[in-house]
C-alpha cells in the first residue's frame, strides 16, 4: 500500500506502507522529513502534526478523543484538513493516500 | 580525521543530537556511540504499546541510511571505557579512540537493583532495554502469576499489562504510596483505586526480603517484611533506576544525583554537555533536576546541537510534561509537583476524569489529569500562573487560558 507526502516545498515522496502502520511510523521509517513523532505515538507531542489532502479525507475519518487538543499545541497553522499522522492507521481503503506536510513541526 | 562531536549513548536523547547537529548545518564530525546492538530506537512504548503488540521494528527511530546520508558514525555495541580530558579522546570497549573537540555524555540510566537474595534465578526479570521487553515479552505468555517489585510508572504499566492478559498481579511497593517522588498523593490514590478495580492486589507498605525459589531453582514468590509471601513465577523488578554517571566521575567531571550541568548543559568541564537521564540540570525555579522523560533527553539534544553549532549560550528552560499509560487509564502530568505545599483535587464532571493541581504559594506548579486532554494541553500553559487567575475561571484550565491567565 502507498502513501504520498508532499511536503511544504512541494518535494513529493512515495512509501510503500504495511496495513496497520500509522503514518506517522511510515513516515519516520521512511525518512520524510516533516515528521517527527517525538513522543512515539502516544499523542503527547503534535510533532506528527499532517494535512489529509481533501479528496482523502471522508475516507481517512475524523479526529481520535483527544485529538484537537493536542493540535492546540502544534507550531504550524491548524486547518480543516489537520490530523497527528500517529492516529492515522493504514488500511486497504487508504491505498494511496495523500497528506500534505507542515512547514514546521517545533 | 578532524574531530568533531562525540555522543556517548545512542538511546533517544543521543540520537536526536546527532540528528539535531545536522539539521542545524553542522559540518564536522559526529560519531554516535551506543552499547546496545542495532539502531537508536524509541523506549517509551516498551512497558506500553510494545508489551501488547511485540512490534520491535516500530520503535526504530531512523533507518540505517538516514545516518549514511547525514554522515554519522554510528558505532553499536560499544561502550566507551575512559575519557582523557587533557588529550579529549576517549577510548572504547574495541581498544580504538576518537579525539573530539565536544563529548556529550547521554549514558541515561539503569535499573536499580535492590540488594534482596534470589534476584538471579531465572523467573525474575527487570525492563530497560528492548532486549528486557522483548524477554519479559516471552515470559508473560507462560506466566501464571506476576509479583511485580516496585510501584512506579514502569511496575504500575506492566502491572495493568500483565493484569489485562488475564494473569493474577500483585504490586509490592514499600513507600505508603504509589508512583511517590513522581506524583501527588491525590494521583496515587486514584490510581491505586483503579488497580485494585481492575484485580490487582495492590500493598503499599510493604517491602520485600528476597525471592524464594523451587526445586528447579525458577523463581516461586516473593516474601516480604511483614512474614507474608506472595507466590508468583513471573517477578519484575521495578524499583526505580540510577543515572550512568561512573564514566564522568571516573574522569573527574562533577557528579551529584547525575552529571551536575550548568544553564547551558554544560559540565564541569565546558568541552563536556551532558543530556536526559544522566543530567542533573538547573529548571528555573525548580532548583537542580534531574528527570527520567523522553521529553528532557529530547530538548537537552536541541539546545545541545545549538549551542554547538551557534555558539550560542543560552539558558535550558521547559515545561516539563510526562504521560503514563496505565489500563485504560492515561495520566497526563504537566509540571513538577515535588515541592509543591498543597495539593487541590478538581472534581470532574466526565467519567473516568481526574483532575489534581499542585499548588507551590499561589503558583501553578503541576497539574496531573486523567481522560482530560484539553486541560493538560492548557495546563502546559499555565504553569507558574497565580492561583487567582485559574480560580476565577473555576479551576476549569481551558476557561482560564481563554480568559488569558498566560502565566
Known amino acids: 500500500m502507498k502513501v504520498t507526502f508532499i511536503a511544504a516545498d512541494g518535494t513529493v515522496t512515495e512509501v510503500e506502507v504495511d496495513e496497520g502502520q500509522s503514518l506517522m511510523q511510515a513516515a519516520v521509517s521512511h525518512d520524510v522529513d516533516g515528521i517527527i513523532g517525538e513522543c512515539g505515538?502516544?499523542?503527547?507531542?503534535a510533532t506528527c502534526h499532517c494535512y489529509v489532502d481533501e479528496a482523502w479525507a471522508e475516507r481517512v475519518g475524523a479526529q481520535q478523543d483527544g485529538e484537537s487538543d493536542l493540535l492546540d499545541c502544534a507550531v504550524s497553522e491548524v486547518r480543516p484538513g489537520s490530523r497527528l499522522s500517529c492516529q492515522i492507521r493504514m488500511t486497504a481503503e487508504l491505498d494511496g493516500v495523500v497528506i500534505h506536510l507542515p512547514e514546521a513541526q517545533l | 580525521m578532524t574531530a568533531g562531536v562525540v555522543i556517548v549513548g545512542a538511546g533517544q536523547g543521543g540520537f536526536q543530537l546527532a540528528a539535531s547537529l545536522r539539521q542545524d548545518g553542522f559540518d564536522r564530525p559526529v560519531t554516535l556511540i551506543g552499547e546496545e546492538p542495532g539502531l537508536p530506537y524509541q523506549r517509551p512504548p516498551l512497558s506500553k504499546a510494545y508489551m501488547a503488540d511485540g512490534a520491535g521494528e516500530r520503535l526504530v527511530l531512523k533507518p540505517a541510511a538516514f545516518f549514511e546520508r547525514a554522515g554519522i558514525e554510528r558505532l553499536a555495541g560499544l561502550r566507551v571505557t575512559a575519557i582523557d580530558r587533557a588529550a579529549r579522546r576517549v577510548a572504547l570497549s574495541d581498544g580504538t579512540q576518537r579525539d573530539y573537540v565536544q563529548l556529550v555524555l547521554a549514558t541515561g540510566a539503569r535499573n536499580m537493583r535492590p540488594p534482596l537474595p534470589g534476584l538471579d534465578a531465572p523467573g525474575v526479570l527487570g525492563l530497560r532495554t528492548l532486549a528486557d521487553a522483548a524477554r519479559l515479552r516471552a515470559a508473560l505468555v507462560l506466566a501464571r502469576a506476576v509479583v511485580v517489585i516496585g510501584g512506579g510508572f514502569i511496575g504500575l504499566e506492566f502491572a495493568a499489562m500483565a493484569r489485562q492478559a488475564g494473569l493474577g498481579v500483585t504490586v509490592i511497593e514499600a513507600g505508603e504510596r504509589l508512583m511517590a517522588r513522581a506524583v501527588t498523593p491525590a494521583s496515587s490514590d486514584w490510581f491505586a483505586a483503579l488497580h485494585r478495580a481492575m484485580g490487582t492486589d495492590v500493598r503499599l507498605g510493604c517491602a520485600a526480603t528476597g525471592v524464594e525459589t523451587d526445586a528447579a531453582g525458577r523463581a516461586c514468590a516473593v516474601t516480604l517484611a511483614d512474614g507474608g509471601r506472595v507466590a508468583g513465577d513471573l517477578i519484575?523488578?521495578?524499583?526505580?533506576?540510577?543515572?550512568?554517571?561512573?564514566l564522568a566521575a571516573e574522569a573527574g567531571v562533577s557528579v551529584d544525583n547525575g552529571i551536575v550541568v550548568d544553564g547551558c548543559l554544560r559540565s564541569s568541564d565546558p568541552a563536556i554537555f551532558a543530556l536526559g537521564d544522566c543530567a542533573a540540570f538547573p529548571l528555573p525555579g525548580a532548583g537542580q533536576v534531574r528527570f527520567e522523560s523522553v521529553q528532557a533527553a529530547v530538548e537537552h539534544a536541541r539546545h545541545i546541537a545549538r549551542a554547538i553549532t551557534t555558539g550560542a549560550e543560552t539558558a535550558f528552560a521547559m515545561v516539563p510534561w510526562f504521560w503514563?499509560?496505565?489500563?485504560?487509564?492515561?495520566?497526563?502530568?504537566a509540571g513538577i509537583?515535588?515541592?509543591?505545599d498543597a495539593v487541590q483535587r478538581v472534581p470532574q464532571a466526565a467519567?473516568?476524569?481526574?483532575?489534581?493541581?499542585?499548588w507551590a504559594g499561589d503558583r501553578l506548579a503541576a497539574v496531573e489529569t486523567v481522560g482530560l486532554a484539553a486541560q493538560h494541553v492548557a495546563a502546559r500553559r499555565l504553569i507558574g500562573a497565580p492561583r487567582a487567575l485559574i480560580a476565577a475561571a473555576g479551576f476549569d484550565l481551558r476557561q482560564a487560558l481563554l480568559a488569558g491567565a498566560e502565566r
Open chain 2, 324 to 333: 503514563s499509560d496505565q489500563g485504560k487509564a492515561r495520566l497526563q502530568i
Open chain 2, 337 to 340: 509537583a515535588a515541592g509543591a
Open chain 2, 351 to 358: 467519567e473516568g476524569g481526574f483532575m489534581a493541581l499542585a
Open chain 1, 41 to 45: 505515538g502516544s499523542m503527547m507531542c
Open chain 2, 236 to 246: 519484575l523488578v521495578a524499583a526505580g533506576v540510577r543515572p550512568n554517571v561512573e
